[in-house]
């Protein structure tokens, strides 16, 4: 008893960092209203800067992409403010959203966004990204190597964070490519997708020892899960901790789809909590 409140005390004057971040696909548009300083995303920023030691990945998708624009912020107030916002948070790196389509989508589209996003940099505000999310990538290691190592080239001196997103087991492979690899995707317990088991889920879709560059997303998280517990801030808190304890260096929980950050029970603040106290 004596030696571990000590620990806490210890824990809690050197400031405890989890090695797990949150993976948040910030899907849901800036604004409400015109130039209303991107009220939509307030809770994020809210919980971002609460919780300064936890790491975020924000994910940006004006379009299924940057933008019909091409231009930084697809020209468009609300992102500048959003996104220049989300810059000014010490703990959060913003990722651009592109699509692979399963490794379909020509490669000089994917390419000519990927430069659209590098080219964000150069707008007056700070809405630099910081790195970009390959969604719905495939097990063809020459489309993404090629993929990747353009990205990588194009950001130049600037280090990025490359994240792919295959949404179930990837081959350690893969790992040597993308900084962050998506190892599972889906519902908490639908018929859509496989159910979200915990232990056995981060068990069976991580290769051994790349723990800390894999990322899990569960949405739907409401109802009963795979064992019919039932999908409450309880639950949430167990799911963290097993997620933290085997040093997964991701997550995302949200209680429906990813236009909302504050249906309970997984709002983006208790993620946020429970991650930070995990
Ligand atoms: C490229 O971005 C545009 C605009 O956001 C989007 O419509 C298109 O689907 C994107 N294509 C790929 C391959 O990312
Ligand atoms: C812009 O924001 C990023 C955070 O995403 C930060 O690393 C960078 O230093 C900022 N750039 C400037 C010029 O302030
Ligand atoms: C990468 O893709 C481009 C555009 O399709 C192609 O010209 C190039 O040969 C590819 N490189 C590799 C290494 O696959």
Redesign the pocket.
């Known amino acids: 008893m004596r030696s571990q409140t000590f620990l806490c005390l210890f824990a809690s004057i050197t400031g405890h960092v989890s090695a797990t971040g949150i993976l948040l696909p910030l899907y849901i548009y800036p604004s409400q209203v015109f130039n209303d300083g991107a009220v939509n995303w307030q809770p994020a920023r809210t919980a971002m800067s609460s919780h300064p030691s936890v790491q975020w990945l924000a994910v940006i998708n004006?379009?299924?992409?940057?933008?019909?624009t091409r231009q930084p912020g697809n020209a468009d107030t609300n992102y500048i403010t959003g996104v220049s916002q989300l810059n000014a948070l010490p703990n959060v790196r913003t990722i651009g959203y592109?699509?692979?389509?399963f490794s379909t989508?020509?490669m000089t589209?994917?390419q000519?966004?990927i430069t659209?996003w590098k080219n964000w940099a150069t707008a007056s505000s700070n809405i630099s990204v910081d790195g970009i999310f390959f969604d719905e990538t495939s097990a063809d290691f020459t489309y993404l190597s090629n993929a990747t190592a353009f990205a990588r080239q194009a950001f130049g001196s600037r280090p990025i964070t490359v994240v792919c997103n295959f949404g179930t087991a990837a081959t350690a492979q893969f790992y040597t490519i993308c900084d962050v690899v998506v190892a599972f995707e889906s519902c908490l317990n639908c018929p859509d997708g496989p159910p979200y088991a915990s232990q056995s889920t981060i068990s069976a879709n991580i290769p051994s020892g790349k723990q800390a560059q894999a990322a899990i997303l569960v949405h739907d998280f409401s109802g009963t899960a795979h064992d019919g517990s039932t999908a409450n801030a309880g639950l949430l808190t167990q799911y963290v901790d097993t997620l933290v304890g085997d040093g997964v260096g991701w997550c995302y929980f949200t209680s429906a789809g990813y236009d909302t950050i504050t249906t309970a029970p997984a709002t983006v603040s208790a993620l946020a909590a429970d991650v930070a106290s995990a």
Do not use: I
């Open positions: 004006p379009d299924s992409g940057p933008g019909g592109v699509h692979t389509s989508a020509p589209e994917l000519a966004n659209t």
